[in-house]
């Protein structure tokens, strides 16, 4: 509910001297910027950004919000280049100009977009163009705990143009399933949004699903805003996105995965997530949960890029078994901090793994079967037992003396890793492919970056060989991967792995055991009682009421798939818990589309309430 600031003036009549607005501390990040500033009594505030040398442009109103203490305002979808921000107060729809402030110079930087998902994609994935800005046409839907279930949008549905008047984020995405939306959408995160507070969810196993159709672009982007944007108790699942990009969140308790891209999904951008425990699941391996970003199923054309793995148990599986290819995957910039394994584990697919951080890895990290073809280069693994295993060979078997009992990760067909100027420190076993030694090696090692391994290199159960797809111009993005004893330093650095700036999260797992793959009980802790300092947007009170209605009115009715609002009234939907489900004057608010339950839908003049047994 707004406040009125008429009210605000009327309770406050005597408004003392304004001082400048206090800056507190302003930055700039990836395409991104923000500024912080201390709030005075009585007073609202507008802020404005421009590039240096440029005019002032309005920020969206949700982009202002408040941490009790402290105000603070986001701006996204920035070209790389110079900016300022300005701060003005506001008293009595006036700006007061004067006492307005500005930041520094901020210099923001450019996504790095190497990768699969980029290749040959030259419109950009998700919402935004390869300039950091938002596509043309674009919507901007802002997302937190009291509206993820009202957030309102109408979605075109058919080929003829025809648009259904969407309430709650799932639904919104449901409706993107047709085909048929034509325009980018750009989903913000505010704050911590709990599984308890989404409309309802597309996945029973996994939580929030974006689907599309196969061979249509969706052009979506599921982004944090500023350093604590949080989903908690839920994932998110892809399924035949094409043109999905999510990034700059963390994902804390998810039902399965932290992320699932399953079933035909491509040109895929996952960067800049924090990937915590998810419930636990039956298996005496899934004590951390499923996994924390899956890439399966015949997705193609994916990156998985800048995240950070807190102590994660599968940290990233890629490929299951029925691909038909071509699936071409690449994972950079990764901090896997304190994980188990699966850095990833490989089935069927072609993947470039590159500056990768392996920091205190318990049981190993790259694993090829099934006949995958892994490039690993210009990684840095620090206390990884196992840099890189083949499926029933090499050290997977103690190079042939266990076969039967001692497979580390996997009794399917192997594949071939390609190694190339990688690092090493505390790691126990790594065998190469040597003259001597054709058939029990845990990789093949390049001598040069452009080598191809030889047909005649084969893994011993399968018998395939690598596809050098590294090699093929025609197949391989172009590349300079950064110098791998430079890798720790930069997924740690202020522009590195996780969310922006390293996020709202006061915790770090340095000390932690390397070698121990058992919950770390501080941190689960911490994921359990993690509290977002988000309180509202500013200028807005959060929360819903129960509802306490007894007034008819006789000008509404409910036919069983639509509300009937003849005279075009204002009127909003409620469930009978209180939450409200959107506002709209149209004279036919369809409802088909809403779970079984029992809402409430309200006007001035009175209210309807009615039971949607679809």
Not at 27 to 43: C, H, K, M, R
């Amino acid at each position: 509910m707004k406040k009125s600031l008429l009210l605000l003036i009327v309770l406050f009549a005597c408004v003392s001297m304004q001082a400048a607005v206090q800056i507190t501390n302003a930055g700039a990040w990836l395409e991104s910027a923000f500024v912080e500033w201390t709030p005075q009594q009585n007073t609202y505030y507008h802020v404005y950004v421009r590039p240096q040398g440029g005019a002032y442009t309005a920020l969206d109103r949700e982009l202002l919000r408040e941490y009790g203490s402290f105000c603070r305002a986001d701006v996204l979808g920035l070209k790389a280049g110079s900016y300022q921000l300005k701060i003005v107060p506001v008293i009595d729809n006036v700006e007061q100009s004067t006492e307005a402030t500005e930041t520094a110079i901020l210099t923001v930087k450019a996504h790095d977009r190497n990768g699969f998902a980029h290749f040959n994609y030259p419109n950009g994935v998700g919402s935004y163009k390869n300039d950091g800005t938002l596509k043309d046409g674009a919507k901007v839907l802002y997302i937190h705990k009291d509206n993820a279930a009202s957030v309102e949008m109408d979605v075109v549905i058919d080929s003829k143009g025809n648009r259904r008047h969407c309430v709650g984020i799932q639904h919104i995405l449901t409706a993107y399933e047709k085909g048929f939306a034509d325009q980018p959408l750009a989903i913000r995160i505010l704050g911590t949004i709990e599984a308890n507070q989404i409309d309802s969810f597309g996945s029973k196993e996994e939580g929030l699903q974006i689907k599309g159709k196969v061979g249509v672009p969706m052009e979506i982007t599921l982004e944090g805003v500023g350093n604590d944007a949080v989903i908690r108790g839920f994932g998110v699942l892809a399924r035949q996105a094409e043109s999905l990009e999510l990034r700059n969140f963390a994902i804390m308790s998810a039902l399965d995965d932290c992320i699932s891209l399953d079933t035909k999904n491509s040109h895929v951008w996952v960067h800049h997530l924090d990937g915590f425990y998810s419930q636990p699941g039956s298996a005496s391996d899934q004590k951390k949960g499923d996994g924390t970003i899956d890439v399966k199923t015949n997705s193609q054309y994916v990156t998985v890029a800048y995240n950070h793995f807190w102590d994660s148990g599968k940290s990233a599986m890629c490929g299951m078994k029925s691909e038909s290819g071509p699936n071409y995957i690449t994972y950079h910039h990764n901090w896997f901090d304190h994980s188990d394994s699966r850095h990833p584990r490989v089935r069927t697919m072609s993947v470039h793994v590159y500056n990768n951080y392996y920091d205190g890895v318990a049981k190993y990290g790259v694993g090829s079967t099934k006949a995958s073809s892994v490039f690993v280069e210009n990684n840095y693994f620090r206390n990884c037992p196992h840099p890189m295993l083949i499926s029933m060979q090499g050290t997977d078997t103690k190079n042939g003396t266990d076969e039967k009992e001692a497979p580390t990760f996997s009794k399917e067909d192997g594949g071939i890793i390609k190694a190339f100027n990688n690092v090493f420190t505390g790691s126990k076993t790594l065998v190469y492919y040597s003259a001597t030694n054709t058939v029990h090696f845990d990789a093949y090692l390049a001598q040069t970056r452009d080598e191809q391994v030889p047909a005649t290199v084969v893994c011993k159960q399968g018998g395939t060989s690598y596809d050098n797809f590294d090699t093929d111009a025609s197949l391989m993005p172009v590349i300079t991967p950064d110098a791998p004893e430079d890798v720790p330093a930069i997924v740690k650095s202020e522009f590195g792995a996780g969310r922006m700036l390293h996020s709202d999260v006061d915790f770090s797992l340095e000390g932690a055991s390397d070698s121990s793959s058992d919950i770390n009980e501080q941190l689960s802790a911490f994921i359990k009682n993690y509290q977002s300092g988000f309180v509202s947007i500013l200028g807005e009170e959060g929360g819903h009421s129960d509802i306490s209605l007894t007034k008819e009115d006789s000008d509404l009715s409910f036919d069983g798939i639509s509300v009937l609002n003849p005279k075009g009234k204002v009127i909003r939907l409620f469930a009978v818990n209180g939450a409200c489900l959107g506002t709209t004057s149209r004279t036919a608010f369809a409802v088909d589309y809403l779970p079984a339950g029992t809402y409430i839908v309200a006007s001035e003049a009175g209210v309807l309430r009615f039971v949607n047994n679809k």
